[in-house]
């Protein structure tokens, strides 16, 4: 049971702080380091608690974060990958055409 209760603590811990840190260039080696697990074990976790490796989720977050920045139409799509942590907007729109099946600038137009 031990184990289990750390690697709930560990992935309550991680995901927090990607919640809090997702539009800074983070790498899931670093976070690993940081919490003195190495990759496999955050793989392992995130499987566990959240259906999907940790670099899956901080994209998932991060592309889930950026549709409700564009529902409320603001930001220039550039702007809103940059404030989630995409420093190449052509990537970022790639990424988030591959997750919700429209391009941002679709999506933006939808709200609008």
Known sequence: HRLDNNAK???EKVS??????YMEPLSIHELARQNGVD???LYYVFQKYAGMGAGQYLTSYRLNRSREMLKNGAA??????KSVGYSDPL??????????GVSPSTAKRVQE
């Open 16 to 21: 927090a702080y990607i919640h809090e840190h």
């Open 39 to 41: 990759e496999n074990r």
């Open 91 to 100: 990537y970022f729109s790639r990424a988030f055409h591959k997750r919700f």
């Open 76 to 81: 220039s799509i550039s702007e809103i990958a």
């Open 9 to 11: 603590a560990l992935f």
